[in-house]
T-cell receptor, first 116, second 112 residues
Framework: GAGVSQSPRYKVAKRGQDVALRCDPI?????LFWYQQALGQGPEFLTY????????KSGLPSDRFFAERPEGSVSTLKIQRTQQEDSAVYLC??????????????FGQGTRLTVV | SQQGEEDPQALSIQEGENATMNCSYK?????LQWYRQNSGRGLVHLIL?????REKHSGRLRVTLDTSKKSSSLLITASRAADTASYFC????????????FGDGTTLTVKP
């Protein structure tokens, strides 16, 4: 596709429910990032993949959060036993190179998760 | 806490005026990027400036970087109503190869 695609766009989950958020990066992009954006704040880093390798998961807030990118393209962010504080927009971004030199990241529209 | 902090938090101007937003950060960086986010949408990359650069231009956008003061500014000239959005700076540290660290943004309103 032309850009980074995320699905679903909106998700309402009952507290305690598990959710899975999908990201389709731009074809051929090596790097993939997940960010969490609370209302009125900037995105906060969750995790980073280079191809299928998860190189940094230091931003995942708890062990209820899990991300994978098994074939180095599509990625899934899974949140188990959702809590109200998990309500946020989850943004996925991809870039064409590894990040050691800094390259432009292309963001998807995000998934707005509301936990009720 | 966020690495970058934008100033001001909110800015309201008339169409045709210039808008200046500032970003300060705390530790050494590889590069700094500016993004725009329209309400309810994803982030759009505007400009990347590397730590050895002092100024970059792109159309009506001008970005400066002062590494001695650990600050950057984004200037939008001849603003338009369509420039209304939130603007974020994002820093890439020396010490990590992956993530960008975002500030909380400046909300710009351009009145027609």
């Amino acid at each position: 596709g032309a850009g980074v695609s995320q699905s679903p766009r909106y998700k309402v989950a009952k507290r305690g429910q598990d959710v899975a958020l999908r990201c389709d990066p731009i074809s051929g992009h090596v790097s993939l990032f997940w960010y969490q954006q609370a209302l009125g704040q900037g995105p906060e880093f969750l995790t980073y993949f280079q191809n299928e390798a998860q190189l940094d998961k230091s931003g995942l807030p708890s062990d209820r959060f899990f991300a994978e990118r098994p074939e180095g393209s599509v990625s899934t962010l899974k949140i188990q036993r959702t809590q109200q504080e998990d309500s946020a927009v989850y943004l996925c971004a991809s870039s064409s190179k590894g990040r050691t030199r800094g390259t432009e990241a292309f963001f998807g529209q995000g998934t707005r998760l509301t936990v009720v | 806490s966020q690495q970058g902090e934008e100033d001001p938090q909110a800015l309201s101007i008339q169409e045709g005026e210039n808008a200046t937003m500032n970003c300060s950060y705390k530790t050494s960086i590889n590069n700094l990027q500016w993004y725009r986010q329209n309400s309810g949408r994803g982030l759009v990359h505007l400009i990347l400036i590397r730590s050895n650069e002092r100024e970059k231009h792109s159309g009506r956008l001008r970005v400066t970087l002062d590494t001695s003061k650990k600050s950057s500014s984004l200037l939008i000239t001849a603003s338009r109503a369509a420039d209304t959005a939130s603007y974020f700076c994002a820093t890439d540290y020396n010490t990590n190869a992956g993530k960008s660290t975002f500030g909380d943004g400046t909300t710009l309103t351009v009145k027609p």
